[in-house]
């Protein structure tokens, strides 16, 4: 049976990359149903489409997910651009039907309101060094490489997935502090702008704590963590990981279970681009 939630947000999938996890995020898609999508930066890797990349049917499968979950679920689709597909500069912001393409949103619900962005507007060396950002970029796909090397011998011994990426950001304590850092940072952010909490991804670790009063959320990426997080109708939040997710009980075609309906009534979405102080367009349900 089908669970609807009222939003999903799903960050850093990487299309274009091998260590994408397209057909785990589809099938992901595939058991729950939304209201509202949110595709929170780093769908598309233009980076690595640029040098190694190479696009698979795999990948396209993901977008004719998202086309179905539209016209069949009338599903709205946010996708907001991260730095790895920051190509969609060239035409935000975009609305056409159900889809909107932009740089980032504020989103009200149940009485609340939410910052969106992927997060790379916080990240100084993504926006000023974007040298350092490329060679950061080289040296973590040389440990997804690495990594599948690692968990392939895992898989042979019966041994359960170990991310090595991971292992090496909780040990190394720069990176830590470095993460530490750009947590508290958004939060800052959001509670300069009013809001009640902050949604964002780039740093690939899934995360749901109070900073200071303000709702921190991060929803993973689907290289590694394969994570993403939902809202229900009264408005609470959860991460949800992959690995967790009993497939056995679903199909495809199983009727949907509806959460709890609030009483809330929705406006209109509307867009206008967003200039350099973060003002964001509202979006409000």
Known sequence: ?????????????????????????????????????????????????KKSGSWKRK??????????????????VYYLRGNHDDFLDQILPLQIGNLSIQKDLIYHSNGKKYMVLHGDVFDSITTNLRW??????????????????????RRK???????????????VKSAVSYIDKYEQE???????????????????????????GIEYYNSGDWVETMSALAEDYEGNWQLIYYNEIDFGKVT?????IPMPQSDESYSAVSFTKPNDDLELPPFRF
């Open 252 to 256: 495809t075609d199983d009727k949907i």
């Open 59 to 76: 990948h396209t499968r993901f977008f004719n997910r998202i086309l179905k979950m539209i016209d069949n679920d009338h599903t709205k």
């Open 186 to 212: 958004l939060a800052m952010m959001a509670k300069a702008k009013g809001c009640d909490g902050i949604i964002c991804g780039h740093i690939h670790k899934a995360e749901a704590r109070i900073i200071d």
């Open 132 to 153: 350092i950002a490329y060679m950061g970029d080289i040296g973590y796909t040389f440990l997804l490489w690495l990594n599948r090397l690692v968990n392939y011998h």
């Open 157 to 171: 011994r019966g041994l359960s997935y170990f991310s090595l990426s991971q292992y090496v950001k909780g040990k």
């Open 1 to 49: 049976m089908k669970t609807q939630f009222k939003t999903i947000v799903v960050s850093d999938i990487h299309l274009g990359t091998k260590g994408s996890k397209a057909k785990e995020v589809v099938r992901f898609l595939k058991k729950y149903r939304c209201e509202n999508l949110i595709l929170n930066g780093d769908i598309i890797d233009g980076w690595q489409l």
